[in-house]
């Protein structure tokens, strides 16, 4: 079956060391997003692909990057975690047709949970 | 900017009884709504969701929703829920183009025996 793959789904890292986290869909969609839900809260976008053309949340910290080298896979990078960091990380994708509209439905990973130690 | 808002954090249903979880959004233009679901430790899941077209949309697992314009509202229902369906329950907002998708903060619903 065609999904979004997250790995790890637990991640253990101490304050201050660079954490990566893994993406990678079998969907074939061209948009890739990256959310932030913290414990009881709402999943929160930190930036997206359009293709290869990346687009960042005003309010997401400079610690927080990406990368996504091909259409399959995307990159999370915390550059320096802090506690606050703590969270569990959800990629999901969409799709834009041939003419350039949206689906706007969105196929979500099941997340990795990152812990700061 | 536009926002969801999802008025009961919490909701107990005895199982077999009838659901409805609320939903309001504010923004002006034509939106676009999602319901998922999320048990704990895992990702989120599509229910259902309304782009245009009739207002009653149908979704998995049994549930519907109702999309009222006049109401700024996305009703999600479900006549008769089931052990199972205990998860949180998101609520989501979408304007158009791939700018990812807006939140409430969700209703935890418990199933009673």
């Known amino acids: 079956d065609a999904m979004v793959i997250q790995n790890p789904r637990y991640q253990v890292t101490q304050f201050g060391k660079p954490v990566t986290l893994s993406c990678s869909q079998t969907?074939?969609?061209?948009?890739m997003y990256w959310y932030q839900q913290k414990s009881s809260q709402a999943p929160k976008l930190l930036f997206h692909y359009y293709d290869k053309d990346f687009n960042n949340e005003a309010d997401t910290p400079d610690n927080f990057q990406s990368r996504r080298p091909n259409t399959s896979f995307c990159f999370l990078d915390i550059r320096s975690p802090g506690l606050g960091d703590a969270a569990m990380y959800l990629c999901?994708?969409?799709?834009?047709?041939?003419?350039?509209?949206?689906?706007?439905?969105?196929?979500f990973g099941p997340g990795t949970r990152l812990t700061v130690t | 900017a536009q926002s969801v808002t999802q008025p009961d954090i919490h909701i107990t249903v005895s199982e077999g009884a009838s659901l409805e979880l609320r939903c309001n959004y504010s923004?002006?233009?034509?939106?676009?709504l999602f319901w998922y679901v999320q048990s704990p430790g895992q990702g989120l899941q599509l229910l259902l969701k309304y782009f245009s077209g009739d207002t009653l949309v149908q979704g998995i697992k049994g549930f519907e929703a109702e999309f009222k314009r006049s109401q700024s509202s996305f009703n999600l229902r479900k006549p008769s829920v089931h052990w199972s369906d205990a998860a949180e329950y998101f609520c989501?907002?979408?304007?158009?183009?791939?700018?990812?998708?807006?939140f409430g903060k969700g209703t935890h619903l418990i199933i009673q025996p």
């Open positions: 999901a994708t969409s799709s834009t047709s041939l003419s350039g509209s949206y689906s706007y439905e969105q196929y």
């Open positions: 969907l074939n969609h061209n948009v």
């Open positions: 923004y002006g233009a034509t939106p676009y």
């Open positions: 989501a907002y979408s304007g158009g183009g791939a700018d990812g998708l807006t």
